[in-house]
């Protein structure tokens, strides 16, 4: 199960949700971006696109980060 954030500055309540955000930017911003669009590719080649790091980096990365 994964919790939706709220929009705009509506508090974010969830304990949940604060452990899911990652602490890297890049990655916490990719996860945003995935809320947002929830229709777009989600391959590992898509993500590493819009993270702006190449596919093995970002495999590292979100895996470090986000388990």
């Known amino acids: 199960m ?3 954030r ?13 452990h899911q955000a990652a602490d890297r930017l890049a990655i916490r911003d ?3 971006w995935v809320v947002d669009h929830p229709n777009q ?11 702006n ?3 093995r980096n970002f495999a590292r990365q979100f895996t470090h980060e986000v388990g």
């Open 6 to 18: 709220r929009t705009a500055g509506q508090s974010q309540l969830s304990a949940a949700l604060s």
């Open 53 to 55: 790091m190449s596919p």
């Open 30 to 32: 990719l996860q945003q």
């Open 41 to 51: 590719s989600l391959t590992v080649d898509r993500l590493a696109e819009v993270a």
């Open 2 to 4: 994964v919790y939706v």
